[in-house]
Structure formats: C-alpha cells, structure tokens
C-alpha cells in the first residue's frame, strides 16, 4: 500500500488529485492538507465526497507527513513548496509538486517571470521535469518532480516532435491558448466571478503569462537551442479543458505523411497521446475527465505554415491526472494504472 499525502487537498488540483487517488486499492491518502479548513472534514468542503471521504483536513506541516507518507503532493500557490523543501523532506518520500517552484532550470528566470524570491534552489538541479512521454527515464529514480504546467503540457506535446525533427523554424513559433477557469483555481477572484467568464472570452497575461518561459525551455531542448515564442492565453467560459493552436514556419516543402510520420515517431507508443485521424480537430469535449492529450496538425502551404492544435483536461493531464501518471513511474507500477479513464460526453 502506497501512503500518500495531498497538500492543498482543497484546492482544485488537490481535490481532483484525491478523486484520481480514491479510486485506488494500493493508495491510502492519509493526509488532507489545507490552510483554512484544518480541522474541517473534508467532505463538508467536497460534497461529492460525502459518504466517501470520513477523514478531516489537517495542517500544511510536510516535515510531519514526510515521516509517515511514501509519496507527498503540493498542488499549492507558486512559492509555497520551494519555502520548505530540506534534505530531510526528500530523504524519508517522494514529493511531486504542481507548482511552477522546480519546473524552471535558470533560477533568475523563475524570479523574474514569478515575481518571487526562490528560496530553495539548491534543488531546482535534482528535480525532473515530470513530462513522462519525453523524461521518463529520469522520472524512475526521481525524488522530486516538477510537474508540468498545464498550457506547457498541452503545448510542448503538440509542438515537440515538429521542433525536435527540425520541420519547422523554432523562432516562429505562435501559441494562441484557451483555458476553462479552473485553470485558476478555487480562490476568489473578481476577474473569475461568474458575470466576468460567463458569455465572454478574454486574453489575460498578454506578453508576459509565467508559462512562457516553461514552454520555451522545453521546447528549447527538443530543438537543441534557444527559443522564443509569443504565447496568449485565452479565459474561456468553460469548466476544463484547455485548447491550443499553435502556428510555424516549415522549414521545408513536406507532405501530410512526412509530418503524421513525426508525430508517430514520438507518440506511437504512448497511450495518453492520441494523434488524431487527419483532418480531424482536437476539441475539449472529447479529452475531458481524462488523461488524454489529442493532437493534430494541418499543413497551409499558402502561408508555408504548420497548424499545430491540442486539446486535453488542464486538472487531469494539465495537473493531477500528470502527477499520477507521474507517482505511477516513480513507484514501478504501470504507467496507466487508475488513469485509464474515457472521456466524459456529453
Ligand atoms: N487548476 C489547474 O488547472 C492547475 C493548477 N496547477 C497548480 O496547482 C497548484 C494548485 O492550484 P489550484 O488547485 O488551481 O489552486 P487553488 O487555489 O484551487 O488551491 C490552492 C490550495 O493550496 C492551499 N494553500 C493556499 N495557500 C497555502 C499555504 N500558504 N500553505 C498551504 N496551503 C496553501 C489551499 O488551501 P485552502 O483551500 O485550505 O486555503 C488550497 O488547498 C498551483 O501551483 C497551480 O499552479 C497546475 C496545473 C493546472
Ligand atoms: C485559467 C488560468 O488562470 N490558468 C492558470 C494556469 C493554470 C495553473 O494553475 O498554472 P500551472 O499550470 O503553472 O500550475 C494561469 O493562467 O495562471
């Protein structure tokens, strides 16, 4: 049995994290993490798990869960897990963290794009990037992951293979992304109040949205040097899901089938990518409550450009389903274990 502890247990990531790990007979969740609700039950904050979930949230202390705990997710506030990260913390469990606190490898660039003090960077260096369909090897004998974003999932999945076979400039790239609010999670905000979202689309974080560098970074890596994208997020009047469409240059005349041939080069394998039939369009509505990133693309050659598209769940591949899939890999089990989940419709 596999003792797990969710940190920020309330929030959405948290709380979708706990709905992903209940279904499981070799996971215990003994620890409900929160900073408001301590003490609380938990079901009285989540009534979809009334009559599932008996336990009561308790306090934010990692140190306590660390020694009782095999494996600790922070689905909490950017910052909050690189305040507390110690050798001790990383001697005694796992911790995998859905923040942006280790995702980013140059530290000034964190600060700079976060607006914050990193205050444990003595281990951005050791923790893997926890995209498992291009790190899994290092994900195995990880003891700190940093779990992707979610635009940055949606993204590098749908981009990596163009940019990594060199079949498109990396220094044209355009991502224009679309979030449900979710994405911002269950704190009050005024900008996400239903008058503000509901019969409305907005861009947000025009020009300086935090994943930019996140994605820049792991494309950069793919295409073996430095690269710069412009990146627009897009607050959409939806529940989950992200979508993103994103536009560069060919480097090269190519055919349907020498760019279907890159993206099964990659994706082939992998079950939680599905490289959809040609023609056919990533849409939100058929990845959503999974784990699934659908991916496409369609060749314009009046512009000489590649349309690149993506669609999945940003609490289920964008956070916690990632996670999962993630602690799967660290513990040796199947990958898909407790993930094999087929997409809600209606
Ligand atoms: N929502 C999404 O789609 C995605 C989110 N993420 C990341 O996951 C993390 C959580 O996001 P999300 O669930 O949306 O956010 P929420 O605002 O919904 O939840 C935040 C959680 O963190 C807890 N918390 C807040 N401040 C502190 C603190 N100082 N100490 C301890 N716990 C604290 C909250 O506790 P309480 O409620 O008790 O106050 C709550 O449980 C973020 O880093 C986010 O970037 C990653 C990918 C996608
Ligand atoms: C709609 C919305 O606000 N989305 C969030 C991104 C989701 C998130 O929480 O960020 P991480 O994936 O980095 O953890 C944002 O734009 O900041």
Redesign the pocket.
């Given at each position: 049995m596999i003792k797990a502890g969710i940190?920020?247990?309330?929030?959405?990531?948290?709380?979708?994290l706990a709905r992903l790990l209940l279904q499981r007979d070799d996971i215990e969740i003994l620890w409900y993490?929160?900073?408001?609700?301590?003490d609380q039950k938990y079901a009285s904050?989540y009534q979809n798990m009334f009559q599932i979930v008996d336990d009561s949230?308790h306090d934010?202390n990692v140190e306590a869960l660390a020694e009782i705990a095999d494996v600790i997710f922070?689905?909490?506030?950017?910052g909050?897990c690189a305040s507390l990260m110690n050798e001790k913390i990383l001697s005694k469990t796992k911790v995998i963290d859905?923040?942006?606190d280790y995702r980013i490898k140059d530290v000034a660039v964190y600060e700079e794009w976060y607006k914050m003090e990193h205050k444990t960077p003595q281990f951005i260096k050791e923790a893997v990037y926890g995209l498992p369909e291009i790190n899994r090897e290092k994900i195995k004998n990880a003891r700190l992951i940093a779990?992707?974003?979610?635009y940055p999932t949606c993204s590098t999945l749908s981009i990596y293979p163009l940019v990594k076979e060199g079949l498109i400039d990396p220094g044209t790239i355009i991502i224009d992304a679309k979030?449900g609010t979710?994405?911002?999670?269950?704190?009050a905000k005024g900008d996400n109040l239903y008058c503000e979202v509901n019969e409305n689309i907005k861009a947000y974080g025009v020009g300086v949205h935090r994943h930019t560098p996140e994605i820049e970074e792991q494309l950069s890596y793919g295409a073996g040097r430095s690269v710069t994208i412009s990146f627009t997020p897009h607050l959409v009047p939806m529940n989950r899901g992200i979508l993103i469409t994103a536009y560069g240059t060919l480097t090269k005349s190519v055919s349907y089938e020498e760019v279907k041939a890159a993206y099964d080069k990659y994706y082939a394998k992998e079950y939680f990518v599905r490289v959809l039939e040609k023609d056919v369009v990533p849409q939100t509505k058929w990845v959503e409550g999974s784990n699934f990133v659908d991916v496409n693309f369609k060749i314009d050659p009046r512009t000489n450009r590649v349309i690149m598209m993506g669609a999945m769940d940003?609490?289920v591949k964008?956070?916690a389903g990632q996670a999962v899939q993630n602690m799967n890999i660290m513990f040796g089990l199947p990958e898909n274990k407790g993930l094999r989940l087929i997409p809600m419709f209606p």
């Open positions: 940190i920020g247990s309330t929030g959405y990531a948290g709380g979708e993490g929160s900073k408001s609700y301590v904050i949230c934010d922070t689905a909490t506030p950017q909050f859905l923040s942006a779990n992707p974003g979610c979030s979710s994405g911002a999670g269950r704190g940003n609490l964008g956070a």
